[in-house]
């Protein structure tokens, strides 16, 4: 077997049991990675200097073939009504089918990082059949000093094969595709499938898991630092401006998707940002825009003009879910590190389709708890297939997709932490207003950015607050350089009465969704719950 690059001379290939490789590919850099993705025909050269890789069929994750391992460990940890189980004799057999898949393999490895606080970080390994595989995750992990790499022992090892073809009678799951994750020896092997981003949400997924008995809050959110060295944390579901909004020039991105929150304070899991690039524009995003145009950056599923190679970012014919995986040194303004300390704020974002809730609310712990348990957003109308009015999506945590354990632990953990830091809670709409979707507009960017800035100074405690009627948090009567009317999303609408049956409706879907929740709560967040109240009350 020929190797090539920087590795622990004690911690090879055997460590995990692949023999009889053509080649394996230790540490190699964007260049490197490059010229071995375009050797092979794997993606193309962008004009932007990006290199553009296709995932084929899957364009996403396929969250219906992902599998823990149930065994004496995780029987009784792991929250199996979201978690597909699979036997570990399953397991070992499709472990052993992959690892003959790979012989004769020129695989590629990197050795990064999951965290990056040093006393709760993982070693992770990632062994990966592409080139730009082994370039994508490279970026979205946390890259070990050089002289790091002669030592490192990995903890959780990646194979990533995506020639490989599960077989549904042989290994227990339900297609040719297999993301199997066994949380007690710390493998994870995914295939048949060439989406990039089941790797990073694999290494989410296993710290969600080892995490929490630690007194250590796994997050799916974003997170900054201003000035004052406050921390604030953004938790919020795709569409509802996460990221966009922790990109603030006016403070420090510590990170954009996934963070840990320790007794240390905040840290980052990742190296790297996975952003968005579907209708992407240097008006709306200049930061992103700018970190998305540079040598090591890769594409995917982006659409190219055929001559030029110049990207086009409007064009959706491949997916919506269109990619770009860059380091995040290179956004202009990091936080050193990605850490910070304990938050002073977090930001609960919602894109209320409905038109029903008002743009920003001040939550009590309690009510923290239920809406970070409910996870609320909505589908607007025309985004999918017969989907004619607006949906609710509720993601209990921000994140249901990768929580191993149950989401109480989860919620219970959070609001402890808020309750020990004396931390504010806050809602933000960026959803509509004046009407529905269809009816009424998106809320404007410069009243929410307004008013994400005062909650962040401080400023907005100062405001005079009302009750709402149908959620009971605490809104704004009044904010300095925001229209008032705004602020009362029944005045926005001209049909009062529709809004009131709005308001019904949603506030229905809430109390609908959180009856799974009803018996692990305690009586304040029950009580935390919305409750239709009528216009005169």
Same mark, same amino acid.
């Given at each position: 077997?020929?190797?090539?690059?920087?590795?622990?001379?004690?911690?090879?290939?055997?460590?995990?049991?692949?023999?009889?490789?053509?080649?394996?590919?230790?540490?190699?850099?964007?260049?490197?990675?490059?010229?071995?993705?375009?050797?092979?025909?794997?993606?193309?050269?962008?004009?932007?200097?990006?290199?553009?890789?296709?995932?084929?069929?899957?364009?996403?994750?396929?969250?219906?073939?992902?599998?823990?391992?149930?065994?004496?460990?995780?029987?009784?940890?792991?929250?199996?009504?979201?978690?597909?189980?699979?036997?570990?004799?399953?397991?070992?057999?499709?472990?052993?089918?992959?690892?003959?898949?790979?012989?004769?393999?020129?695989?590629?490895?990197?050795?990064?990082?999951?965290?990056?606080?040093?006393?709760?970080?993982?070693?992770?390994?990632?062994?990966?059949?592409?080139?730009?595989?082994?370039?994508?995750?490279?970026?979205?992990?946390?890259?070990?000093?050089?002289?790091?790499?002669?030592?490192?022992?990995?903890?959780?090892?990646?194979?990533?094969? !995506?020639?490989?073809? *599960?077989?549904?009678? @042989?290994? #227990?799951?339900?297609? %040719?595709? +297999?993301?199997?994750?066994?949380? $007690? /020896?710390?493998?994870?092997?995914?295939?048949?499938?060439?989406?990039?981003?089941?790797?990073?949400?694999?290494?989410?997924?296993?710290?969600?898991?080892?995490?929490?008995?630690?007194?250590?809050?796994?997050?799916?959110?974003?997170?900054?630092?201003?000035?004052?060295?406050?921390?604030?944390?953004?938790?919020?579901?795709?569409?509802?401006?996460?990221?966009?909004?922790?990109?603030?020039?006016?403070?420090?991105?510590?990170?954009?998707?996934?963070?840990?929150?320790?007794?240390?304070?905040?840290?980052?899991?990742?190296?790297?940002?996975?952003?968005?690039?579907?209708?992407?524009?240097?008006?709306?995003? !200049?930061?992103?825009? *700018?970190?998305?145009? @540079?040598? #090591?950056?890769?594409? %995917?599923? +982006?659409?190219?003009?055929?001559? $030029? /190679?110049?990207?086009?970012?409007?064009?959706?014919?491949?997916?919506?879910?269109?990619?770009?995986?860059?380091?995040?040194?290179?956004?202009?303004?990091?936080?050193?590190?990605?850490?910070?300390?304990?938050?002073?704020?977090?930001?609960?974002?919602?894109?209320?389709?409905?038109?029903?809730?008002?743009?920003?609310?001040?939550?009590?712990?309690?009510?923290?708890?239920?809406?970070?348990?409910?996870?609320?957003?909505?589908?607007?109308?025309?985004?999918?297939?017969?989907?004619?009015?607006?949906?609710?999506?509720?993601?209990?945590?921000?994140?249901?997709?990768?929580?191993?354990?149950?989401?109480?632990?989860?919620?219970?953990?959070?609001?402890?932490?808020?309750?020990?830091?004396?931390?504010?809670?806050?809602?933000?709409?960026?959803?509509?207003?004046?009407?529905?979707?269809?009816?009424?507009?998106?809320?404007?960017?410069?009243?929410?950015?307004?008013?994400?800035?005062?909650?962040?100074?401080?400023?907005?405690?100062?405001?005079?607050?009302?009750?709402?009627?149908?959620?009971?948090?605490?809104?704004?009567?009044?904010?300095?350089?925001?229209?008032?009317?705004?602020?009362?999303?029944?005045?926005?609408?001209?049909?009062?009465?529709?809004?009131?049956?709005?308001?019904?409706?949603?506030?229905?879907?809430?109390?609908?969704?959180?009856?799974?929740?009803?018996?692990?709560?305690?009586?304040?967040?029950?009580?935390?719950?919305?409750?239709?109240?009528?216009?005169?009350?």
């Amino acid at each position: 077997m020929k190797e090539i690059g920087l590795r622990n001379p004690v911690a090879g290939v055997e460590t995990i049991g692949l023999a009889g490789l053509a080649s394996i590919r230790w540490n190699l850099t964007a260049p490197n990675l490059y010229e071995e993705a375009l050797r092979r025909e794997e993606g193309v050269l962008t004009a932007a200097g990006t290199l553009a890789a296709d995932t084929g069929v899957h364009t996403g994750r396929s969250p219906k073939d992902k599998y823990v391992v149930r065994n004496a460990d995780t029987a009784d940890q792991v929250w199996w009504d979201n978690n597909a189980a699979m036997e570990p004799a399953s397991f070992d057999v499709l472990m052993q089918d992959m690892l003959d898949h790979a012989k004769g393999m020129h695989l590629f490895a990197q050795d990064l990082y999951g965290g990056a606080d040093p006393e709760h970080r993982i070693s992770v390994r990632v062994y990966t059949e592409y080139a730009w595989h082994s370039l994508f995750i490279r970026n979205l992990l946390i890259r070990p000093d050089h002289d790091a790499i002669a030592s490192f022992e990995p903890e959780l090892t990646i194979i990533d094969l !995506p020639s490989f073809s *599960a077989d549904p009678a @042989r290994h #227990g799951c339900r297609s %040719e595709t +297999v993301i199997a994750c066994d949380f $007690t /020896r710390k493998i994870i092997l995914i295939g048949g499938t060439s989406y990039a981003g089941e790797m990073k949400k694999s290494v989410f997924t296993l710290l969600n898991y080892l995490l929490p008995p630690k007194k250590v809050m796994p997050m799916h959110c974003s997170a900054n630092l201003g000035s004052g060295n406050d921390t604030a944390i953004f938790f919020g579901l795709s569409g509802t401006g996460k990221t966009t909004l922790s990109a603030d020039p006016k403070r420090k991105l510590i990170g954009d998707d996934e963070h840990g929150w320790s007794e240390n304070g905040v840290f980052n899991f990742e190296g790297g940002s996975y952003a968005k690039m579907i209708k992407l524009s240097a008006e709306a995003e !200049p930061q992103i825009w *700018a970190a998305t145009h @540079r040598f #090591g950056v890769i594409y %995917e599923n +982006v659409t190219l003009d055929p001559e $030029t /190679r110049e990207p086009d970012f409007d064009d959706d014919s491949k997916t919506e879910n269109t990619r770009g995986a860059y380091p995040i040194e290179f956004m202009p303004n990091i936080a050193p590190g990605s850490v910070g300390p304990h938050p002073k704020n977090i930001i609960m974002l919602t894109a209320d389709a409905f038109g029903v809730m008002p743009p920003i609310a001040k939550l009590t712990p309690a009510q923290a708890m239920y809406h970070f348990l409910s996870g609320y957003t909505a589908k607007i109308a025309g985004t999918e297939k017969g989907v004619t009015e607006p949906q609710a999506t509720f993601s209990t945590c921000f994140g249901a997709p990768f929580l191993p354990r149950h989401p109480v632990e989860y919620g219970n953990l959070l609001r402890a932490l808020i309750a020990e830091h004396e931390v504010d809670c806050w809602l933000l709409n960026t959803g509509w207003t004046g009407g529905a979707h269809g009816v009424g507009h998106r809320m404007p960017i410069a009243a929410t950015r307004t008013l994400l800035d005062a909650a962040l100074d401080g400023s907005l405690h100062e405001a005079t607050f009302r009750t709402d009627a149908n959620f009971g948090f605490a809104v704004p009567v009044a904010v300095p350089g925001v229209d008032a009317t705004i602020l009362d999303p029944r005045a926005t609408w001209s049909d009062k009465a529709g809004y009131d049956r709005q308001a019904a409706k949603l506030v229905s879907m809430f109390v609908d969704n959180f009856g799974r929740f009803a018996d692990h709560v305690d009586a304040s967040v029950l009580k935390a719950a919305p409750e239709l109240k009528t216009a005169a009350e």
